[in-house]
């Protein structure tokens, strides 16, 4: 495998499931993201983790939970989810730390529908 | 708070044609990163260039240029003589570099019509 990696590519679940999302990124990165792309919004980011610590939430709900126990995983946890919740979200991995050559590289995404 | 803006929704275009895609960006910042990326139908998001604020240099790779100018906060992207195979979304971005993240405009739907 090479690049990012994300499974499933596509969830359905009801309101009352939990579900976790995945991304295992194979780039040697120590910096991985959340980012949930909707109809109605601009990508938006959701989660920064840089050296597996959480740097950044950007206001998010706590029925996402993110977790990232070393510098290749991270995975989204899902519960409690609200049908607006429905999008396309959107791992990334980059060098991390201060490095300059500080572009993102992206996984295929996972299709959420909530019912 | 760091703001980009791609006023353009949609563009179509006959193949061959040049095609410019604006962004304008908004960072209080004195060091700041700015990206392209292409996202096609299947929806994974393509790094296309990263620029920083210190240099200013226009780039050219192939078919694709970027013009980047501080003095009016842009970073255009042009595409010359395009390609079916060019038909996306593309996507600017910006962030303050290190492990921060991407502030995106709305994207802007590039079709080229055979």
């Known amino acids: 495998e090479t690049g990012v990696t994300q499974t499933p590519r596509h969830l359905v679940m009801g309101m009352t499931n939990k579900k976790s999302l995945k991304c295992e990124q194979h780039l040697g990165h120590n910096a991985m993201y959340w980012y949930k792309q909707s109809a109605k919004k601009p990508l938006e980011l959701m989660f920064v983790?840089?050296?597996?610590?959480?740097?950044e939430n950007n206001s998010v709900p706590s029925r996402f939970s993110p977790e990232c126990p070393n510098s290749s995983h991270l995975f989204l946890h899902l519960h409690t989810l609200q049908p607006e919740d429905s999008a396309l979200y959107l791992c990334a991995s980059s060098r991390g730390g201060l490095s300059s050559y500080n572009e993102q590289f992206f996984g295929p995404g996972t299709r959420l529908t909530v019912l | 708070a760091q703001k980009v803006t791609q006023a353009q929704t949609e563009i179509s275009v006959v193949e061959k044609e040049d095609v410019t895609l604006d962004c304008v960006y908004e960072?209080?910042?004195?060091?700041?990163?700015l990206f392209w990326y292409k996202q096609p139908p299947s929806g994974e998001l393509v790094f296309l260039i990263r620029r920083n604020s210190f240099d200013e240099q226009n780039e050219i790779s192939g078919r694709y240029s970027w013009n980047f100018q501080k003095s009016t906060s842009s970073f255009n992207f042009t595409i010359t003589a395009s390609q079916v195979v060019d038909s996306a979304v593309y996507f600017c971005?910006?962030?303050?570099?290190?492990?921060?993240?991407?502030?995106f405009g709305k994207g802007t739907h590039l079709i080229i019509q055979p």
């Open positions: 983790y840089n050296f597996k610590e959480q740097t």
């Open positions: 960072t209080r910042d004195t060091t700041y990163y």
């Open positions: 971005a910006l962030n303050r570099g290190g492990a921060d993240g991407l502030t």
